[in-house]
């Protein structure tokens, strides 16, 4: 009878204890990721009339298609920090009936950039310039920002050359 009360109360009190370590505080806990990590850059770069090997170079491989769908592509990315809550984003693709990019859907949005969103300030010149109210004071003379300005007014575009398709015939 003693024995059987003592192996109880270990029994019980080990129970408890294996309970009690999942939630010690300052216990660390991982970050848990999974899915495509998807980027404003990578969304930024997407034109409409891109191939699917084109959206695949820039993008990766997308984590859902779906064959009841074949011209969508969605992309998922989740991450629950350590004992927080779960963070999900979602980008869908569509691909026209000749295997371009039409168009896209889900937190991503061409030209929206969440560091834009979190610091209040524009990101690009385009942005600047259409903003009256935001007139940027001119450089001083002599100074960096001006020899920065000058040498940026005088570039000249160059044109990117377009790679041909290869041939997959064997010769």
Not at 106 to 131: H, T
Request: hydrophobic share 35%.
């Amino acid at each position: 009878m003693q024995n059987t009360k003592l192996l109880l109360t270990s029994l019980s009190l080990t129970g408890l204890l294996a309970l009690g370590g999942c939630s010690f505080p300052g216990v660390y806990k991982i970050d848990i990721q999974q899915g495509n990590v998807v980027t404003q850059d990578m969304i930024d770069q997407l034109r409409p009339g891109m191939t699917r090997s084109q959206v695949r170079f820039i993008m990766g491989n997308p984590l859902i298609t779906d064959t009841f769908h074949a011209n969508r592509w969605d992309y998922l990315y989740s991450i629950q920090p350590g004992g927080g809550e779960r963070l999900q984003e979602r980008v869908s693709l569509i691909f026209n009936g000749n295997d371009q990019l039409a168009g896209l859907a889900g937190d991503f949005m061409p030209g929206v950039s969440r560091d834009e969103a979190i610091l209040g300030s524009p990101g690009s010149s385009v942005r600047q310039e259409s903003a009256p109210d935001r007139e940027q004071p001119a450089p001083r003379p002599g100074s960096l920002l001006e020899q920065i300005q000058q040498e940026v007014d005088s570039a000249e575009p160059v044109a990117v050359p377009i790679p041909e398709p290869l041939e997959t015939s064997p010769q």
